[in-house]
């Protein structure tokens, strides 16, 4: 049971918009900032929002992200068939002094 | 170009030891907090052990005990001392920088397996 939850799985068709939420609580989500990463199958995870809704350089546009009281969500726009991926938020946690992770979201491009 | 290498996964009985490295290049090493990341088979991704420039160290609740991390900066390594190693440990562990943007880039990741 993971301290931040994320559905386990969602789809979309290419170019539709799709989103993925991430619950957590006062001392995670609620009071600090939220990290989304990507991971392609069989590769390592790859940073892909910071801040809350921060993209880093080569990161495209079509990814966003938004926080909003104890939950975050990460947008996908223009979906295309290489945003098939897991993908998992992330936020410090102050009451466990530690980095927490949610379950992860399987995006199944239709 | 900035590059995480990480060794010494392998298999170990249930009780056992091992001990990871990951070896840095491409950015001031020192000047950076380091981070072990696991990744069970199937399964998503759980923060186990991170160290602050200053040599402060924090981890996972399940780990703490049992796991030690450290660096040495003049090597530019990052290391996880895992001791009494159970089968929940069995994963995939990744070194990862971290700074105010998050975890980024992560290594390829070594390969524990406790099994007997």
Same mark, same amino acid.
């Given at each position: 049971?993971?301290?931040?939850?994320?559905?386990?799985?969602?789809?979309?068709?290419?170019?539709?918009?799709?989103?993925?939420?991430?619950?957590?609580?006062?001392?995670?989500?609620?009071?600090?900032?939220?990290? %989304?990463?990507?991971?392609?199958?069989?590769?390592?995870?790859?940073?892909?929002?910071?801040?809350?809704?921060?993209?880093?350089?080569?990161?495209?546009?079509?990814?966003?992200?938004?926080?909003?009281?104890?939950?975050?969500?990460?947008?996908?726009?223009?979906?295309?068939?290489?945003?098939?991926?897991?993908?998992?938020?992330?936020? %410090?946690?102050?009451?466990?002094?530690? %980095?927490?992770?949610?379950?992860?979201?399987?995006?199944?491009?239709? | 170009?900035?590059?995480?290498?990480?060794?010494?996964?392998?298999?170990?009985?249930?009780?056992?030891?091992?001990?990871?490295?990951?070896?840095?290049?491409?950015?001031?090493?020192?000047?950076?907090?380091?981070?072990?990341?696991?990744?069970?088979?199937?399964?998503?991704?759980?923060?186990?052990?991170?160290?602050?420039?200053?040599?402060?160290?924090?981890?996972?609740?399940?780990?703490?005990?049992?796991?030690?991390?450290?660096?040495?900066?003049?090597?530019?390594?990052?290391?996880?001392?895992?001791?009494?190693?159970?089968?929940?440990?069995?994963?995939?562990?990744?070194?990862?920088?971290?700074?105010?943007?998050?975890?980024?880039?992560?290594?390829?990741?070594?390969?524990?397996?406790?099994?007997?």
């Amino acid at each position: 049971q993971s301290v931040l939850t994320q559905p386990p799985s969602a789809s979309g068709t290419p170019g539709q918009r799709v989103t993925i939420s991430c619950s957590g609580s006062t001392s995670n989500i609620g009071s600090k900032s939220v990290y %989304w990463y990507q991971q392609l199958p069989g590769t390592a995870p790859k940073l892909l929002i910071y801040n809350n809704n921060q993209r880093p350089s080569g990161v495209p546009d079509r990814f966003s992200g938004s926080k909003s009281g104890t939950s975050a969500s990460l947008a996908i726009t223009g979906l295309r068939s290489e945003d098939e991926a897991d993908y998992y938020c992330a936020a %410090w946690d102050a009451s466990l002094s530690g %980095w927490v992770f949610g379950g992860g979201t399987k995006l199944t491009v239709l | 170009e900035v590059q995480l290498v990480e060794s010494g996964g392998g298999l170990v009985q249930p009780g056992g030891s091992l001990r990871l490295s990951c070896a840095a290049s491409g950015f001031t090493f020192s000047t950076y907090d380091m981070h072990w990341v696991r990744q069970a088979t199937g399964k998503g991704l759980e923060w186990v052990s991170g160290i602050g420039t200053g040599g402060e160290t924090y981890y996972l609740g399940s780990v703490k005990g049992r796991f030690t991390i450290s660096r040495q900066n003049a090597k530019n390594s990052l290391y996880l001392q895992m001791n009494s190693l159970r089968a929940g440990d069995t994963a995939v562990y990744y070194c990862a920088r971290g700074d105010s943007i998050g975890f980024a880039p992560w290594g390829q990741g070594t390969l524990v397996t406790v099994s007997s």
